[in-house]
């Protein structure tokens, strides 16, 4: 049962699950987003038993320096550090399909097959050369033929990102272009450092995408201390995947969501029901799972739908649309939450809230001693943690990283009155029409 369900729900019923996306009913909002876990026929396959409600296939190109694959190519950061174990991150310079064209679009039939024969959405991702619009045009066409349900034009390849940084005005002509000569749904594929992100967004709506993929990993590099060398490769990764990145990738979707209606598949840093739900709730039409399933295996997916569905049942949601977007709908820009702050220049002891310790929770860890810089905690003469509240900035970290709960943030002129317990919302920020 979900952290914090108290009740069950009653029978949970499959179908609740289900989900509309761009004319299309998925079994549910989960799909297997754009990798080497879609590479081919066989591996869609084992994917489509997973569980999930649709499959974006491996990003392609008909150019062949953006092919080339290094070998070894994945690097689990596990060995480097416990941290990096628990978040799932790893680096990776995996390219795109190498297959030829022609190859590719040979098998693709059966892969077409396949999908509509499970009631999978599939969609197709592939990129050129930004310059190149006939090449885009000919490409799309080509995957419509062949039974595509949807196309991704990937504008976030880390084998060809410079070049799309550099003519990202041309990102409106190709959508253009390919909308004018091929009836197809064409959604795009952004990377989390593509700006000016609202205006891009804006441009690609007026020029006529029906979705936008976000977001595509970092880049990025990891040293190996031991070794004092490039941990894997000695060069940038293409990718630094793992669950610390899904809070930028959250934090952008909310940018997008503020300038646009278009539907948003949510990716990155999506390893349990609870990450997923995050998406949801912050108003994405789809998830897409990926990084999740090189570390833990494909079990995964069907892990993150009985999360999803147990908390539904907890909650009493009959369908994805009781709750979608729920969120979204209460979060503020940082100028409007600092605009209502009564206390914005306070400094000890007149600073309005202090920490309170249970003591029926407290397991004398003293975390809190070591953490706090402000000094607030000290050991009393019986082992008991001390309050110091004079020195207090009422900042909240105890209350978070007290590993029992046993911290709660409560006003000083009312310590039974609790503003920030580590779950939700603070309360001295939810405006009255909220409560």
Request: net charge neutral; proline share 5%; glycine share 8%.
């Amino acid at each position: 049962m979900p952290d914090g369900c108290t009740k069950e729900g009653g029978i949970f019923s499959p179908s609740a699950l289900q989900t509309r996306f761009l004319g299309f009913t998925l079994r549910n909002p989960i799909i297997s987003a754009s990798s080497e876990v879609n590479l081919d026929k066989d591996l869609v396959i084992s994917i489509i038993k997973a569980g999930v409600g649709g499959v974006v296939l491996k990003t392609w190109t008909s150019e062949q320096a953006f092919k080339i694959r290094v070998r070894p190519y994945q690097f689990p950061l596990g060995r480097i550090n416990e941290a990096y174990k628990a978040s799932g991150s790893f680096l990776s310079l995996s390219a795109p399909d190498i297959r030829s064209v022609e190859e590719y679009l040979s098998q693709l039939p059966q892969v077409v097959e396949i999908c509509k024969g499970n009631g999978v959405l599939l969609i197709a991702s592939f990129y050129e050369r930004p310059k190149q619009i006939g090449k885009w045009v000919e490409n799309a066409r080509r995957l419509k033929d062949a039974g595509i349900d949807i196309i991704e034009l990937n504008f976030s390849s880390p084998s060809a990102v410079s070049e799309f940084r550099a003519n990202l005005r041309l990102a409106g002509v190709i959508i253009r272009s390919i909308l004018d000569q091929v009836d197809v749904k064409v959604g795009v594929k952004i990377s989390p450092d593509m700006e000016p992100l609202e205006q891009l967004v804006e441009d690609w709506e007026k020029a006529g995408i029906a979705y936008i993929a976000a977001h595509n990993a970092f880049s990025g590099i990891v040293v190996d201390t031991e070794k004092e060398e490039p941990f894997g490769a000695p060069c940038i990764s293409g990718y630094a995947m793992g669950r610390a990145f899904l809070p930028i990738s959250l934090a952008r979707i909310v940018r997008i969501r503020r300038v646009t209606d278009l539907p948003i598949i949510g990716i990155g840093g999506v390893f349990s029901g609870s990450d997923a739900l995050q998406y949801l709730l912050i108003g994405c039409e789809l998830v897409g799972v990926s990084s999740a399933v090189f570390v833990e295996g494909r079990k995964v997916i069907s892990h993150i739908l009985d999360e999803i569905s147990e908390w539904m049942s907890c909650k009493g949601y009959r369908s994805l649309a009781d709750f979608k977007g729920k969120a979204f709908r209460l979060v503020e820009s940082t100028s409007e939450v600092k605009s209502r702050e009564q206390f914005p220049f306070a400094v000890p002891p007149l600073t309005p809230f202090i920490p309170k310790v249970k003591k029926d929770l407290c397991i004398r860890c003293y975390k809190c001693l070591d953490t706090c810089i402000y000094g607030v905690f000290e050991e009393a003469d019986n082992g008991d943690v001390k309050v110091n509240d004079a020195n207090c900035y009422s900042c909240g970290f105890c209350v978070g990283i007290c590993p029992n709960g046993a911290i709660v943030l409560v006003q000083r002129k009312a310590t039974d009155t609790v503003v920030w317990s580590g779950r939700g919302t603070a309360e001295t920020f939810k405006q009255k029409e909220r409560r």
